[in-house]
């Protein structure tokens, strides 16, 4: 079989539609990284466009991904990043800072302003057709799960039989719990499996959790027998091996949420909980950062976060923060909350880990797989419980922080020496797949 890695670069492409990178945003990047700088066999890429799959060659490729890495900032300093700096200044007191909620924009509009901007700044045009130019036998990479969903992104791989697509999927989650996110969400998720069972040879997916939900949803599909590779996501190289702040950031105790608010991840639990910590503390109560943006923009937490005279100084939103001004803001918290109602990994809890700092998460299984016993864990709808918990984090525990010295975070490298043998082994059966689903 050969050796050549074509891998989809769809999601980093219009990923600067948002001005910072999201977990799966990183993950994408990280497996991009991997195959165009370090993979020894050969590589190409791909861009999947409403009027075909486009044909790049490696440097083009590396182009892109140098140009995404410069427009999210994830080359620069904590200090560089004005959503930092703003942030550690409320943090420090400072009078007046606001740091608001990226503004809205038109989806469709915000992504076709990414692909040129991509494009442009890369100084690239298109490349040829995907079909015509991608070497015969590649193994197809599609990590960034956009265009799962629209056979017409996949048609491509109709007319080449010869090669050998791996997806990698999160979770079922809007299958598995619809109250919690919009109906098109629902509908979404159910065509990439459906998606998946037509064409993918294999499958990647973050947790065992994950991988019973999503092989339960393929056998309803008809494909029992896919190939799936269970491998725990590490953290950015930018969480591990870094040196941290000399101290906290800020004269206030502070916790950190990550996610965006939409009804699933449960801000609401934290948010009641902050408004009894205020009342009944003052102006002596910790500070909650939420970094994420607003998915939901008529939700009761985003209602809490606009007209709450009780929150109004003890509760910040940040959406567009660095990677690197994650790392630091993280470094200094006093425990990462995640109070999530479903999940299919949680990577902000290795991200938290990996810089010491404790986490407090809901007691579902795909948490408990990624914090292992390091981890507090909660039943999501134990509000007395949270109260307990993050008030006793909020003094400071050399006991509790030197448990945390134990963990030992995975590496890019561990984490790709199980994935590229799966890779490699994906080159069996899918021509045979297509002509039975086409009779």
Not at 201 to 222: P, S
Not at 278 to 283: F, L
Not at 401 to 428: C, H, N, S
């Amino acid at each position: 079989m050969s050796s050549c890695i074509a891998i989809d670069l769809t999601r980093l492409a219009i990923g600067p539609a948002w001005t910072t990178p999201r977990g799966i945003d990183r993950v994408d990047l990280a497996y991009a990284d991997r195959f165009l700088q370090h993979w020894r066999g050969d590589c190409v890429a791909t861009l999947s466009l409403p009027w075909g799959a486009h044909f790049l060659d490696r440097d083009r490729a590396v182009r892109i991904l140098r140009t995404v890495e410069r427009l999210w900032g994830e080359t620069t300093t904590p200090a560089e990043d004005p959503c930092y700096t703003k942030v550690r200044a409320y943090l420090n007191g400072e009078p007046s800072i606001s740091v608001m909620p990226e503004p809205s924009r038109s989806k469709y509009a915000a992504i076709s302003a990414a692909v040129a901007n991509i494009l442009r700044g890369a100084g690239i045009p298109l490349g040829a057709s995907a079909i015509r130019k991608v070497p015969p036998h590649s193994v197809y990479v599609n990590t960034g799960q956009i265009g799962i969903a629209d056979s017409r992104l996949l048609g491509w791989l109709n007319r080449r039989a010869d090669i050998h697509p791996v997806f990698m999927l999160h979770d079922t989650i809007p299958i598995d719990y619809p109250e919690h996110v919009p109906v098109v969400s629902r509908d979404y998720h159910q065509k990439m499996i459906v998606n998946a069972a037509r064409y993918a040879q294999g499958l990647i997916v973050t947790t065992r959790a994950a991988e019973g939900d999503i092989r339960r949803e393929l056998a309803l599909n008809g494909r029992s027998d896919m190939a799936i590779a269970a491998a725990p996501l590490p953290p950015s190289a930018a969480f591990v091996g870094n040196e941290l702040p000399a101290e906290r950031i800020g004269n206030t105790p502070y916790f950190v949420i990550c996610g965006a608010i939409e009804p699933r991840k449960n801000h609401l639990l934290v948010l009641n909980v902050w408004r009894e910590l205020v009342r009944k503390q003052g102006a002596a109560a910790p500070k909650l950062v939420i970094v994420g943006r607003r998915w939901n923009t008529g939700s009761e937490a985003v209602r809490l976060l606009e007209r709450s005279p009780l929150l109004a100084d003890h509760v910040i939103e940040i959406a567009g923060l660095s990677t690197p001004g994650l790392v630091q803001l993280l470094a200094g918290a006093q425990a990462l909350l995640m109070p999530s109602f479903a999940e299919g990994f949680g990577l902000p809890i290795v991200e938290a880990l990996s810089v010491g700092t404790p986490v407090i998460a809901s007691n579902i299984p795909a948490h408990m797989e990624a914090g292992g016993r390091f981890a507090t864990y909660l039943s999501p709808i134990d509000g007395i419980g949270w109260m307990r918990a993050i008030r006793e984090h909020v003094r400071d525990n050399p006991a509790r922080r030197a448990a945390l010295d134990g963990y030992l975070p995975a590496t890019w490298d561990d984490y790709f020496r199980r994935i590229e043998p799966f890779l490699m082994a994906q080159g069996e059966g899918r021509a045979e797949r297509i002509r039975a689903a086409a009779e």
